[in-house]
C-alpha cells in the first residue's frame, strides 16, 4: 500500500509570531538541515518551505519520522527543550493527508492572506534547494510540477488570485494606480512595525523592471531597524530628521506609525512645493495625515479605510472562489494519486516485461544460425509484436488493480508465475 509521503508543519495557525521567528530557516539553514536528514535517515525525497508565517517539511519514507524530523529542527535552531516546542507542530502522517496539505498550502489556501501570490514563487524557491541538493526524486519532480500546473489552472480559471487581499499589498497596488504602472516613483515609507515590513517586503517584490529599489527610502525613528531591513531588501534608509526634505523628495509616501495626533499636517508641509501630484497612503490608526493636508493644491490622501475596503472587496472574491479552487485541487490529487499508485506496479510491470524479452531473445539465439539476415530481421519483429500483445493485457489489469487499491494480489500471483525475483527492472541491454 502506498503511504511514504508525510509532512511536519509549524504555521501562522499553530504557533505565534515569536515562536515562528525562532524557527524559520534561511537558505543556508534549510540545506544544513536537508543534509542531515539525508545522512541520518537516508531520505531521497525532500522538502522545506520556510517563509514567515510558516515552517514545513515534507519526505518521502517508508516509516514515519514526523517527531524525530521536528526535533531535530529544533535542535538544528538552538532550542534544546524540544518537548516545549513540539504542540506548535502538526504532524500529517496520512500520504493523502500530507499530499492535499502540500497542494493547498502551494496554492495560497492556508496563507495568513488568502490565495497569496508570493507563496508559489516561495514553494519554487525550497524545490529548487532540493533539486540543488539532488535531494529531488522522480515522486518529488511529478508531484511539484503537478502542482505547478494546478497554480497555473487556478489563476487562468478562477478569481482566487484577483485584487489585493491585504492592506499593505493593496497599498502597493495602489501606487501602480496613481502613478501609472511603468512609473518608477520615488516612494517613501515612514513607521516600520508589522505594516510597514509588509508593505516593505511587498514593495521588494513589486521592484525590478521599470521600479527601481534606489527609488524607495525607509524612514524611521529607530534609524538601525530601518538599516536592517534596507540591507535586507536594497533600499535607500534616511534619518527620521530628515523627514520634511524626504517628503519634497518624493512622489508617494506611505505612512504606518503609532501616535496619537497626526505626524504629517499642513505646518510641515508648508514649504513643500508640489509641481505634480503627491500621494499620501495612511494606513496608522489613529491616522497619522492631518485631514486637512488634502487642501493642499496637487496633494491627495488615502486612508486606511479607503485601502481596506479595496482589500474586502478582493478577499471576498476570493473567498467566493475557494470551492471552485478546491475542486480542481481535488481533481489534480486524484490524477497524482494515479499516477503515485502505478509507482508500485512500475518495477513489476519492468520485471515482466524483461522476463518475456528474455525468453524471446533466448528462443531466437537458438535458431539464429539456421536463418539469414533477412529472415533474423523478420522473426525478431514479430516476435516482438507477438511479446508486446501478451504484455499489454497484464499491465492494463494490473494498472486497474492500482486504482481499486488491489494491486498487491496481482503482483504477487505474476511474481510466482514468471518468477519474477531473478528479473530486476533495469532496461535489458541490447543485443542476443
Not at 476570493?318 to 506496479?345: C, H, N, Y
Request: aromatic share 6%; proline share 3%.
Amino acid at each position: 500500500m502506498l503511504d511514504t509521503f508525510k509532512a511536519i508543519s509549524l504555521s501562522h495557525k499553530t504557533a505565534p509570531l515569536p515562536v515562528r521567528e525562532l524557527i524559520a530557516l534561511n537558505e543556508d539553514e534549510a540545506k544544513r538541515l536537508m543534509l542531515r536528514l539525508r545522512d541520518f535517515f537516508g531520505l531521497t525525497d525532500l522538502l522545506v518551505i520556510s517563509t514567515c508565517n510558516r515552517t514545513e517539511v515534507y519526505y518521502a519514507f517508508d516509516q514515519n519520522l514526523n517527531s524525530e524530523i521536528a526535533r531535530l529542527l529544533l535542535i538544528e535552531k538552538g532550542l534544546t527543550n524540544t518537548d516545549k516546542y513540539l504542540s506548535y507542530f502538526e504532524l500529517f502522517d496520512s500520504h493523502d493527508e500530507s499530499v492535499r496539505h502540500l497542494f493547498e498550502v502551494c496554492i495560497g489556501l492556508h496563507s495568513q492572506v488568502i490565495g497569496d501570490m508570493q507563496i508559489p514563487n516561495q514553494v519554487k524557491q525550497s524545490y529548487q534547494w532540493s533539486a540543488d541538493l539532488e535531494m529531488a526524486g522522480p515522486f518529488l519532480h511529478r508531484l511539484m510540477h503537478t502542482i505547478f500546473f494546478t497554480n497555473k489552472r487556478v489563476a487562468q480559471e478562477t478569481s482566487f488570485r484577483d485584487g489585493a487581499a491585504s492592506v499593505s499589498y493593496a497599498a502597493v497596488e495602489l501606487i501602480d494606480e496613481l502613478v501609472g504602472e511603468y512609473q518608477s516613483p520615488n516612494v517613501l515609507v515612514i513607521g516600520l512595525g508589522e505594516i510597514g515590513t509588509d508593505v516593505c517586503k511587498n514593495l521588494e517584490a513589486r521592484s525590478g523592471g521599470v521600479w527601481s529599489r534606489a527609488n524607495i527610502t525607509l524612514c524611521n525613528r529607530t534609524r538601525e531597524k530601518a538599516e536592517v531591513l534596507a540591507q535586507d531588501l536594497g533600499f535607500r534608509v534616511a534619518d527620521f530628521a530628515d523627514l520634511t526634505d524626504e517628503i519634497s523628495r518624493a512622489d508617494v509616501i506611505i505612512t504606518s506609525v503609532m501616535r496619537d495626533d497626526p505626524l504629517i499636517t499642513p505646518e510641515l508641509l508648508k514649504d513643500i512645493q508640489v509641481l505634480t501630484f503627491k500621494y499620501f497612503i495612511d494606513l496608522s490608526v489613529p491616522r497619522s495625515v492631518d485631514a486637512a493636508v488634502e487642501q493642499i493644491p496637487g496633494v491627495l490622501v488615502y486612508n486606511i479605510d479607503h485601502i481596506r475596503n479595496r482589500a474586502d472587496e478582493a478577499l471576498q472574491q476570493r473567498l467566493s472562489a475557494i470551492p471552485q479552487v478546491e475542486s480542481i485541487i481535488t481533481q489534480s490529487v486524484a490524477e497524482f494519486g494515479d499516477w503515485s499508485k502505478e509507482m508500485i506496479v512500475s518495477p513489476t510491470i519492468n520485471k515482466l516485461k524483461n522476463a518475456l524479452e528474455q525468453i524471446r531473445r533466448d528462443e531466437i539465439a537458438r535458431h539464429l544460425k539456421h536463418l539469414t539476415a533477412d529472415e533474423s530481421e523478420k522473426v525478431d519483429k514479430i516476435t516482438r509484436g507477438i511479446m508486446q500483445k501478451i504484455i499489454k493485457l497484464p499491465v492494463l489489469q494490473l494498472k486497474a488493480a492500482c486504482k481499486r487499491g488491489e494491486a498487491e494480489t496481482l503482483i504477487d500471483v505474476l511474481n510466482d508465475l514468471f518468477d519474477l525475483e531473478k528479473h530486476t527492472a533495469d532496461e535489458p541491454k541490447r543485443g542476443y
